[in-house]
């Protein structure tokens, strides 16, 4: 048999199943960890490779691709994930988000189109995903918005329509009537690039941390009253903020929000390390709720979560693609406990935001615990507010008649040029 022969022809079956079993008891000596990766691999869509395709399988068993992240990897620039990879993709995480989502099955669900980096099909899309851009209801509209209250001598900018609620999310609060059951938390990018003076740029659209201090002080009023778990007795949204590392700020509610909001807007610059923040989310979560429902934790994946325990519902505020966000959507493709909304600020017309939010569009379709949601330029944040609260609060949906309430209105903060955000 010639050597081109050999190459092509197949492999014994019973050798290559002893050879897969082999490495499988290897990596997951335990029942718990098999445990663990099962319910993994039927989270993600990985469950039917095994028997599909098992050469294809072998191949990437070895490399992690059908366990959970461990737990050591999470906040290390050393981790696999984070390290350079030879052809079309920035690094190992980007590789394994793409083959993980090009490879997933869920029964009922349509398969995802496959797709590898490409920067022209990438521009291309953004391009596509800016014609979709389409004019406000005007019924939100706010002269408190911060745009018009910093600079206004234009109107607000044309916004991409957001897409449903997955049927999760309604299904999230059908189950939990009243909202018994779901905490509720906030995750806010304080990069240094939430701070960013556009105005200085030319372009007549406020600092990202000033739209996030628009909506939530706004925000404040609707989730304080929705609040079923407080800490310390202090009652409010819990919030983490991330850029080199994450923080637990604590709970914001009305009566704190201009003293917490001072804390958080000097606290921004630095770079942007979602994976930190989502740590920190994480460690909080458990530490609150996991006892009491008998999570576990194992030693090289970390916490697990029982069905019965309390679900997280938390809002991420972010405006550019993160140095792990390809750990950080992988992550999320299997905590089937979290239910996460994104939404994502960006500067008017501009093709790598849109690139972005078609990334992150295509994860939620992969994760329908994930909804996003996005925004640029000029923004009307009632509008953001009252998408956002609808997937944040699935048990207790925030009514037209309380986003519009002018009692509720925040003026946003006054306009500095060049000063910190």
Not at 19 to 35: G, K, Q, V
Not at 91 to 106: P, S
Not at 312 to 335: H, K, R, Y
Request: hydrophobic share 35%; proline share 7%.
């Amino acid at each position: 048999m010639g050597l081109f022969s050999s190459l092509r022809s197949k492999p014994d079956p019973e050798a290559l199943e002893a050879e897969i079993s082999r490495l499988e008891a290897l990596r997951w000596p335990d029942d718990a960890s098999r445990a663990i990766v099962a319910r993994y691999q039927a989270t993600v869509g990985l469950s039917h490779v095994r028997t599909a395709d098992p050469r294809k399988y072998l191949k990437y068993l070895d490399t992690g691709y059908f366990e959970p992240i461990p737990t050591a990897w999470a906040n290390s620039p050393a981790s696999p994930l984070c390290q350079p990879c030879f052809g079309q993709w920035d690094d190992e995480g980007e590789k394994r988000l793409y083959w993980t989502l090009n490879q997933a099955r869920h029964h009922g669900v349509p398969q995802l189109s496959f797709m590898r980096p490409s920067e022209i099909a990438e521009q291309r899309m953004a391009r596509e995903r800016m014609r979709r851009a389409r004019a406000i209801d005007p019924r939100y509209a706010s002269r408190y918005d911060a745009f018009l209250g910093q600079y206004g001598r234009k109107g607000y900018s044309k916004q991409v329509p957001a897409a449903p609620l997955h049927r999760e999310f309604v299904d999230l609060g059908k189950s939990h009537p009243g909202g018994g059951g779901i905490d509720t938390m906030l995750m806010i990018d304080v990069s240094g690039s939430m701070g960013w003076d556009h105005y200085r740029d030319g372009f007549e659209q406020p600092r990202h941390i000033d739209v996030v201090h628009s909506i939530l002080g706004r925000a404040v009023h609707h989730t304080t009253p929705r609040d079923h778990y407080t800490a310390g007795g202090e009652a409010g949204i819990g919030v983490v903020t991330f850029s080199t590392y994450g923080r637990y700020v604590g709970k914001l509610s009305e009566r704190n929000f201009p003293t917490m909001w001072s804390d958080i807007q000097n606290s921004v610059g630095g770079g942007t390390q979602v994976m930190a923040g989502w740590q920190k989310v994480k460690q909080l979560h458990f530490e609150r709720h996991g006892q009491a429902a008998g999570a576990t934790w194992h030693h090289t994946y970390g916490w697990q979560a029982p069905p019965g325990m309390v679900k997280l519902s938390l809002l991420v505020l972010l405006d550019g693609e993160a140095n792990d966000m390809d750990e950080w959507e992988l992550e999320l493709l299997s905590e089937s406990w979290a239910y996460v909304t994104i939404l994502l600020i960006g500067r008017d017309g501009c093709p790598q935001h849109h690139r972005h939010a078609n990334e992150l569009e295509r994860v939620s379709r992969a994760n329908p615990h994930i909804q996003f949601f996005d925004c640029q330029g000029r923004m009307c944040e009632r509008l953001l507010l009252h998408d956002v609260l609808q997937a944040l609060y699935p048990a207790q949906p925030v009514s037209d008649a309380e986003i519009l309430d002018p009692k509720y209105d925040h003026p946003p903060p006054a306009y500095t040029p060049y000063a910190k955000a």
